[in-house]
């Protein structure tokens, strides 16, 4: 038995469903069907409602050719069409790679090649903003309101595919954090299912089922659609904004009665003197996708009586812990979820245990571990090999455990960058700059900053017929025309060797 085994609720139900993920709402459809499960922008989404619109749309995409193995990219902001495209594809057996809608240009055309969708279906803002890139080989499917969706089938009948949970892929994202680059990270139905399943149990166990939750998060990471989910699992409802915006997320709190709200800590640090006023209906505040700072926890429990929990998972990973709502421990990241194992092993070869209180990379095992890294639905062995090995997930990530079993966030062995919570792959960055008819070389890293994690910068060998002849702002332009916000470069320095 594990050291942090005395944290967990008692009479923990970890028998996980072996079924598709369309499964939670197919569920839900049944038994509370005409029951609210979305709230967005005042008007409500029964799971009646969505459940409909999933089979539409998978009757849309049968008609369409599409079938079991093929792929579909979505490119939206949060809208409650992101259910039943997402829950529609999962039906058929068509796996989904979610796009951040913020990706863009060279970006943008990068990951669709690694997907190769038969559709991409978006929306009318991200499709002028990237009309050359999305219209030049692929079909594009703009879908801007439910009646858009609906227009596409009036019926709902589906041939449901014989979908083998553990081994068929229902998404793919795109941030290969442990190998520093971009390329896709399949899950297949049950990791997603045992993942969210194993997560909502325990938090179920600690506040109950029933619960609003607040989605701000974007669905398109990891973070907001494991929010999703969850809540479909314990038959909550959500409360959904197209994106975070402070004002609407205090009108929310109050409006919708809100008692769960997950957001990085930048956003609770932002709203402290709010909620220091007016707690609203929350129970639980959960962070992560960033360290939180440990004084930031602290007057949330202290001060505001709230509990402000971090979490911490990967692309690769999913979800790995979760911190006890009564468990006053601030900078921790908590303990392994049930049913995930995990060792802290030596930097150095990964091969041998550390002891308690010594630093180490952090390595996993669990039933929702990727498949794999790969592109256009294959595995590519040799890259996912870089990162699993013997069953064990590598994370990059370096962690202490303390004589109770809770983890310490400590910093990282891979080469990954967090702006403002995003993702930031430096190779990916290093490849665009590289490709200037000047560059001989780059290497891009990133300054620390408490308020927005790192300020990325590049170091530049120039080839010496351009020596002197290219300026910082030209390559800056050059990189940052072709990137999304957060993933911009904001420093240049010029240097004679790496």
């Given at each position: 038995?594990?050291?942090?085994?005395?944290?967990?609720?008692?009479?923990?139900?970890?028998?996980?469903?072996?079924?598709?993920?369309?499964?939670?709402?197919?569920?839900?459809?049944?038994?509370?069907?005409?029951?609210?499960?979305?709230?967005?922008?005042?008007?409500?989404?029964?799971?009646?409602?969505?459940?409909?619109?999933?089979?539409?749309?998978?009757?849309?995409?049968?008609?369409?050719?599409?079938?079991?193995?093929?792929?579909?990219?979505?490119?939206?902001?949060?809208?409650?069409?992101?259910?039943?495209?997402?829950?529609?594809?999962?039906?058929?057996?068509?796996r989904v790679a979610l796009i951040d809608p913020l990706t863009s240009g060279k970006d943008l055309e990068y990951q669709l090649s690694l997907t190769n969708p038969k559709i991409i279906v978006t929306e009318d803002e991200i499709l002028k903003r990237e009309r050359e890139i999305l219209s030049s080989r692929y079909k594009v499917l703009s879908l801007n309101s439910e009646s858009d969706l609906s227009r596409l089938s009036a019926s709902e009948e589906v041939t449901y595919a014989k979908v083998n949970p553990r081994e068929d892929i229902a998404v793919s994202m795109h941030y290969a954090g442990i190998i520093g680059r971009t390329y896709e990270v399949y899950h297949t139905h049950f990791g997603l299912i045992a993942s969210n399943y194993v997560s909502t149990s325990v938090r179920s166990k600690e506040i109950g089922e029933g619960n609003t939750i607040l989605i701000s998060l974007p669905i398109a990471h990891i973070f907001g659609l494991n929010a999703l989910l969850g809540s479909m699992i314990e038959k909550g409802k959500v409360v959904l904004l197209r994106r975070y915006d402070k004002d609407r997320v205090l009108e929310s709190l109050d409006k919708y009665k809100v008692n769960i709200w997950p957001a990085p800590p930048l956003?609770?640090?932002?709203?402290?003197?709010?909620?220091?006023?007016?707690?609203?209906?929350?129970?639980?505040?959960?962070?992560?996708?960033?360290?939180?700072?440990?004084?930031?926890?602290?007057?949330?429990?202290?001060?505001?009586?709230?509990?402000?929990?971090?979490?911490?998972?990967?692309?690769?990973?999913?979800?790995?812990?979760?911190?006890?709502?009564?468990?006053?421990?601030?900078g921790s990241v908590g303990i392994p979820l049930p049913t995930v194992e995990i060792k802290l092993v030596d930097k150095e070869t990964g091969t041998r245990e550390v002891p308690i209180g010594q630093e180490g990379e952090l390595i996993v095992k669990s039933p929702w571990n990727m498949k794999g890294y790969g592109s256009n639905g294959v595995i590519d062995l040799n890259e996912t090999n870089k990162a699993i090995r013997n069953g064990w997930l590598y994370t990059g990530d370096i962690f202490v455990m303390d004589h109770n079993g809770l983890l310490y966030f400590k910093g990282l062995k891979k080469r990954f960058l967090k702006y403002k919570a995003y993702p930031i792959l430096p190779r990916d960055l290093e490849i665009i700059l590289e490709s200037h008819p000047a560059v001989k070389k780059a290497y891009v890293d990133g300054e620390l900053d408490p308020e927005v994690g790192h300020r990325v910068f590049a170091k530049v060998v120039l080839k010496d017929e351009y020596k002197g002849k290219v300026s910082e702002e030209e390559l800056l332009n050059y990189v940052n025309e072709k990137v999304a916000f957060y993933k911009k470069i904001r420093k240049i320095i010029f240097v004679d060797s790496l």
């Open positions: 038995m594990s050291i942090w085994s005395k944290f967990y609720p008692k009479d923990l139900d970890l028998k996980i469903p072996e079924e598709p993920a369309y499964y939670f709402l197919e569920k839900a459809s049944k038994e509370k069907g005409d029951s609210t499960f979305l709230v967005y922008e005042n008007k409500e989404y029964t799971y009646n409602n969505l459940y409909s619109l999933s089979r539409r749309f998978s009757n849309y995409l049968q008609q369409e050719g599409l079938k079991k193995g093929d792929a579909i990219a979505l490119i939206m902001y949060n809208s409650p069409l992101v259910i039943p495209i997402i829950f529609g594809s999962f039906i058929i057996g068509v956003v609770f640090k932002e709203v402290y003197d709010n909620l220091k006023k007016e707690k609203f209906s929350l129970k639980l505040c959960i962070t992560g996708a960033a360290p939180v700072p440990p004084e930031l926890q602290k007057i949330y429990f202290e001060e505001l009586g709230l509990p402000l929990v971090q979490v911490y998972g990967l692309t690769e990973g999913l979800a790995v812990t979760y911190q006890p709502s009564n468990l006053k421990v601030y």
